[in-house]
């Protein structure tokens, strides 16, 4: 039965995506720039030409690759989030693999010394605290350090069709959330670094020497199946597209289903025992491979977002555009302990780039009103936005 999903899937994407062919794909727009040249490699299991991994594809056409660089979730993306991942040697190519994640998030200048250029091909799902574009700011960062160019081999964002979400007040920067953009920014991961370039926001305001290799076939409102899911917790389209809104629950006491087979599909705490009207209960349990879940072993009541149409609450999921503010009203109103909903350590806040969203939360401000706020903000990064646009 996991096979035939697996080739069903497979078929959709191909179906979905038979158009676009991603900077990878397009071999005959980089792969002169690599020959002779001793090269490092930023990727996980995203980065494939087909159904051909990009460092296996570019050894068999005799690139000399000394170093893979690797980000959270590791080279093969089977690590849980927040596990520490350590340096290792890739079992298939024999390549050492450098970690990106823990407390070597930039790469050292020792670990450059023999590099004469870097490629970077990592699928984003174009939110903002996924660490993925704060992985490509370190690794631009010291790549304009040391004088090395960057390759950006680009890829569709499969949340591109809106900007939503408030501007991150870079008071509250880290590493889920390093620039002054939306929640969700409505860019490619190469228009995403031009616009890091461009606005000189690394460090001392230095430049990377860039080269994107954009997509074909591919605008903004072009539907994108991910043929890889791109985390261990985001399995499918559903979760990709639910993850803007769901994730702010990270900063919470609720569970987003992390530890179960719906992973960012749903949320729910075992105090929400009917409060939510609806018949739906999940247990996590721990991850095999390390991490803390959330609620590990305990009952969870809330909502299923797993599938479209599901009854009265899919008012905030399907109906309404961008981030579900009403979702966070709704169960911070349901939640009988108001004081423990949000997080001692205001990990929301991380997540929102600010403390207002929160308050405004709190002191009971609709979802309109909270929207209102951001629009002034996000018109002016459209505006910043529109300068490194590759595609329409």
Same mark, same amino acid.
């Given at each position: 039965?996991?096979?035939?999903?697996?080739?069903?899937?497979?078929?959709?994407?191909?179906?979905?995506?038979?158009?676009?062919?991603?900077?990878a794909?397009?071999?005959?727009?980089?792969?002169?720039?690599?020959?002779?040249?001793?090269?490092?490699?930023?990727?996980?299991?995203?980065?494939?030409?087909g159904?051909?991994?990009?460092?296996?594809?570019?050894?068999?056409?005799?690139?000399?690759?000394?170093?893979v660089?690797?980000?959270?979730?590791?080279?093969?993306?089977?690590?849980?989030?927040?596990?520490?991942?350590?340096?290792?040697?890739?079992?298939?190519?024999?390549?050492p693999?450098v970690?990106?994640?823990?407390?070597?998030?930039k790469?050292?200048p020792?670990?450059?010394?023999?590099?004469?250029? @870097?490629?970077f091909?990592?699928?984003?799902?174009?939110?903002r605290?996924?660490?993925?574009?704060?992985?490509?700011?370190?690794?631009?960062?010291?790549?304009?350090?040391?004088?090395?160019?960057?390759?950006?081999?680009?890829? !569709?964002?499969?949340n591109?069709n809106?900007?939503d979400?408030?501007?991150?007040?870079?008071?509250?920067?880290s590493?889920?959330?390093?620039?002054? @953009?939306?929640?969700v920014?409505?860019?490619?991961?190469?228009?995403?670094?031009?616009?890091?370039?461009g606005e000189?926001?690394l460090?001392g305001?230095?430049?990377?020497?860039?080269?994107?290799?954009?997509?074909t076939?591919?605008?903004?409102?072009?539907p994108?199946?991910? !043929?890889?899911? !791109?985390?261990?917790?985001?399995?499918?389209?559903?979760?990709?597209?639910?993850?803007?809104?769901?994730?702010?629950?990270?900063?919470?006491?609720?569970?987003?289903?992390?530890?179960?087979?719906? !992973?960012?599909?749903v949320?729910?705490?075992p105090?929400?025992?009917?409060?939510?009207n609806?018949?739906?209960s999940f247990?996590?349990?721990?991850?095999?491979?390390?991490?803390?879940?959330?609620?590990?072993?305990?009952t969870?009541?809330g909502y299923?977002f797993?599938?479209?149409?599901?009854?009265?609450?899919?008012?905030?999921?399907?109906t309404?555009?961008?981030?579900?503010?009403?979702?966070f009203?709704?169960?911070?109103?349901?939640?009988?302990?108001?004081?423990?909903?949000?997080?001692?350590?205001?990990?929301?806040?991380?997540?929102?780039?600010?403390?207002?969203?929160?308050k405004?939360?709190?002191?009971?401000?609709?979802?309109t009103e909270?929207?209102?706020?951001?629009?002034?903000?996000?018109d002016?990064?459209?505006?910043?936005?529109?300068?490194?646009?590759?595609y329409?």
């Amino acid at each position: 039965m996991k096979g035939l999903f697996l080739l069903l899937h497979t078929v959709v994407c191909f179906g979905l995506n038979a158009q676009i062919k991603t900077g990878a794909e397009r071999t005959d727009k980089y792969f002169e720039l690599l020959q002779n040249k001793r090269i490092a490699v930023v990727a996980n299991q995203t980065s494939l030409i087909g159904s051909t991994h990009l460092v296996d594809s570019l050894i068999a056409l005799g690139i000399e690759i000394k170093t893979v660089f690797a980000p959270e979730h590791g080279f093969r993306g089977d690590q849980e989030a927040g596990v520490t991942i350590k340096n290792e040697t890739d079992s298939k190519t024999g390549l050492p693999v450098v970690s990106l994640y823990g407390k070597n998030k930039k790469p050292q200048p020792s670990q450059l010394d023999s590099i004469e250029i @870097v490629v970077f091909d990592i699928q984003d799902v174009g939110v903002r605290f996924y660490t993925y574009i704060s992985t490509m700011h370190y690794v631009m960062e010291a790549c304009a350090e040391k004088g090395i160019p960057l390759i950006v081999l680009d890829r !569709p964002n499969p949340n591109s069709n809106y900007i939503d979400g408030p501007i991150l007040d870079t008071a509250y920067r880290s590493f889920v959330g390093m620039h002054p @953009v939306p929640v969700v920014y409505g860019m490619s991961i190469g228009e995403y670094a031009k616009m890091i370039n461009g606005e000189k926001w690394l460090k001392g305001g230095i430049k990377c020497d860039l080269t994107v290799i954009p997509c074909t076939g591919y605008t903004h409102e072009t539907p994108y199946v991910l !043929p890889v899911k !791109p985390s261990p917790n985001l399995p499918n389209s559903r979760a990709v597209s639910l993850y803007p809104t769901l994730c702010f629950f990270e900063g919470t006491a609720l569970s987003v289903g992390r530890g179960t087979d719906l !992973p960012f599909q749903v949320v729910g705490h075992p105090l929400l025992k009917g409060k939510t009207n609806e018949n739906f209960s999940f247990t996590p349990v721990s991850a095999t491979g390390g991490g803390f879940i959330v609620q590990a072993g305990n009952t969870c009541y809330g909502y299923n977002f797993s599938k479209s149409g599901m009854l009265e609450k899919e008012k905030w999921i399907d109906t309404i555009p961008g981030i579900k503010i009403e979702l966070f009203i709704d169960l911070y109103n349901r939640f009988p302990e108001k004081n423990n909903f949000f997080g001692k350590d205001l990990f929301f806040d991380k997540l929102a780039g600010n403390s207002t969203l929160r308050k405004d939360i709190i002191a009971g401000k609709n979802a309109t009103e909270i929207r209102s706020e951001w629009k002034k903000d996000l018109d002016e990064f459209k505006k910043i936005r529109q300068k490194y646009l590759l595609y329409y």
